[in-house]
């Protein structure tokens, strides 16, 4: 997935690489030398870009059951009426506040650099909408300078375009579509209570099979039980795990985090790692970590529950977004506070609570 | 052709390939406008099935300069056999202004950037020849967004104060198009439109692509696509719009 950034060869015409360098030459000049000093948005293909989608960065509970109650038209009429209204923050707001922070000591420790988080708001609303979505940015002062409003349009294209490294959105399906065009994907879910955050560290939490792994074992949980599947991972132990679609999106994060470990900030880090799984340390945890290390990445914190609730753990640790496979843990975690994003990845789609769907739907 | 009349001009080396060798029976091959001619009959096409004593529609003139005139019964029939194109205009190159003025040529359609004083406009190479049931028309944010107040990054980006001048004036000679195209779209609703209008703001801060926004919502019309890229390259989003024309009067050159 991190093939994005280094394919140079997909899409430019022909002069279309010397273009890009000419127009960011400019767009640089041009930011530099603006009377405000507002930090300027980083090269697209250095930068660690996350496309957050208007309704996980606001709340638009409100406005979309004019949608859906009253139609498209309606909907975009209402959004005018209450174009100066700010949006209140959604889900994907802690989110991309703690990004700023981790831009804004990258900046002072690289003033010069182009390795930062770029966001970008990937929506797929009409552009009329555009005018409120800005003027809330404005009223948050957000870091967020680039978007695109599709009218309608499936944003998968853009996506691509603008290089991103993860993709958030409260829309399953597309959430789903971009997993499947290797994008680093996830369905965000508002937490049924609020939880104070850190604003001085970015905090981002990994469930690990079917998420940074593929879903090799748990296909092999949910088909042959935990006997076989600790047997397996024993035997295995020293065989990499194949990568899950988030894997792309720690090694991103890593990068970051090196950054700041180059000079000296190794324990004042404002970007910290863990992994949140249900696996046992002793009997199965051993190739996880393996893995991560044959692939050169590093979590600063492994926790394995050996099959115990998520839910309690992560509300310690406070994540600004925990991401995981199974709907039973995501339920889970957002009943506790804890910000959760929803990886519709692998065979866990096909199971409800450990029961296959399909079985559960014959029954009823 | 009354003052409705989106009244656009397209070069017949675009609709044609006039440079290849052609036996004389068969019909010139189909250039670079070929598929804006096919998208805008879409909409003309469906603003009639609106209202049939529709007078708001496209006309669309072949233009030839300094054609020769073998040349001009060779587009004659192939214009014929492919397009029903209401009008042509053969005229040499110093007439070529005034002939646009005559005709109240709205916009100029040119894959190449022409120099004209009539509002001009880029002919975009279709990647798809075939799917043409929605005519995509992309503005410059950055021009249109441009205010009094806001030509300070114009001139951080290396452009000098005629060229911005040019830019202001360019913004103004774009309005009535805009108009006509803002008429146009509101007769079709938000979805299965076959008009499609895009806002590309290139350089310019999120501020500026608000601003165009707006600009553009008094003026009448507004715009299904807005795309804000902070400098970011246009290539690989332009690459996934594909739009027909793309107007801004040489910004991006």
């Given amino acids: 997935m991190s093939e994005i950034k280094n394919n140079e060869a997909s899409p430019a015409p022909a002069g279309g690489a010397s273009g890009a360098e000419k127009d960011w030459a400019e767009a640089k000049a041009a930011f530099d030398n603006l009377k405000s000093k507002k930090p300027r948005p980083p090269k697209p293909h250095t930068a660690v870009t996350i496309a957050v989608s208007s309704r996980t960065l606001f709340n638009m509970v ?52 182009e390795e930062l988080f770029d966001i970008v708001l990937m929506t797929n609303n009409h552009a009329q909408v555009g005018v409120r979505l800005i003027n809330s940015i404005n ?43 290797g994008i680093a994907a996830a369905t965000m879910f508002t937490p049924d209570m609020e939880t104070e955050l850190s604003e001085t560290q970015l905090r981002v939490a990994f469930d690990g099979d079917a998420v940074l792994f593929s879903d090799e074992s748990e296909i092999i949980v949910k088909q042959h039980g935990l006997d076989t599947f600790f047997e397996h991972e024993r035997k295995n132990e020293n065989k990499p795990l194949a990568q899950g679609p988030l894997k792309c999106f720690l090694e991103a994060l890593g990068k970051l985090q090196k950054k700041f470990y180059a000079k000296n900030e190794r324990l004042n880090c404002p970007i910290r790692t863990y992994l949140v799984t249900a696996r046992s340390a002793a009997s199965s945890g051993a190739r996880v970590l393996k893995t991560l290390r044959s692939w050169g990445l590093e979590i600063d914190e492994a926790l394995f529950l050996a099959g115990a609730p998520k839910g309690p753990l992560l509300q310690k640790i406070r994540p600004h977004i925990f991401f995981d496979d199974q709907m039973f843990h995501i339920e889970g975690a957002k009943e506790l506070g804890t910000i959760a994003a929803h990886v519709p990845y692998g065979i866990g789609q096909k199971y409800h609570k450990g029961k296959l769907i399909e079985q559960l739907a014959k029954k009823s | 052709q009354s003052d409705c009349t989106l009244v656009t001009a397209v070069s017949c080396h675009d609709i044609f390939d006039l440079q290849t060798g052609q036996s004389d029976s068969s019909p010139l091959a189909k250039g670079t406008a070929f598929a804006f001619i096919k998208a805008v009959q879409s909409v003309n096409e469906r603003l009639v099935k609106l209202s049939e004593k529709q007078t708001l529609l496209f006309e669309v003139i072949l233009l030839g300069k300094d054609c020769e005139e073998q040349a001009k019964s060779k587009i004659f029939d192939s214009a014929k056999y492919y397009l029903e194109i209401g009008k042509f205009c053969f005229c040499s190159k110093e007439k070529f202004e005034r002939t646009l003025q005559e005709n109240h040529v709205k916009l100029f359609l040119s894959s190449d950037r022409d120099d004209v004083h009539v509002p ?81 703001t290139v350089w310019g801060s999120r501020d500026i692509c608000a601003t165009a926004l707006k600009t553009l919502r008094a003026w009448g019309l507004d715009v299904d696509e807005a795309f804000c890229l902070a400098g970011a390259p246009c290539t690989p989003i332009l690459t996934v719009l594909q739009p027909h024309i793309l107007w801004d009067d040489g910004l991006h050159n």
């Fill in chain 2, 120 to 200: 001009a406009a880029l002919l975009c190479q279709q990647a798809d020849q075939q799917v043409q049931n929605q005519l995509k028309v992309l503005f410059s944010g950055d021009l249109i967004g441009l205010t009094e107040d806001s030509t300070e990054y114009l001139k951080d980006l290396g452009f000098n104060d005629v060229q911005i001048h040019n830019f202001k004036a360019a913004k103004g000679r774009i309005q009535e198009f805009a108009m006509l195209i803002g008429e146009m779209r509101r007769r079709f609703g938000c979805e299965d439109s076959p008009l499609h209008t895009i806002l590309m």
């Fill in chain 1, 62 to 113: 409100e406005e979309r059951k004019v949608w859906e109650q009253e139609g498209l038209e309606r909907y975009v009429s209402y959004q005018q009426e209450h174009e100066e209204q700010p949006l209140k923050p959604g889900a994907a707001f802690p989110f991309v506040k703690a990004l700023m922070t981790v831009n804004t000591r990258l900046r002072e420790l690289y003033p010069e650099g």
């Fill in chain 1, 139 to 181: 009223h948050y002062d957000l870091l967020i300078e680039r978007f695109c409003m599709t009218g309608g349009k499936s944003p998968i294209g853009y996506l691509k375009a603008y290089m991103t490294n993860l993709y958030l959105s409260k829309d399953s399906d597309k959430v789903q579509e971009a997993i499947e065009a």
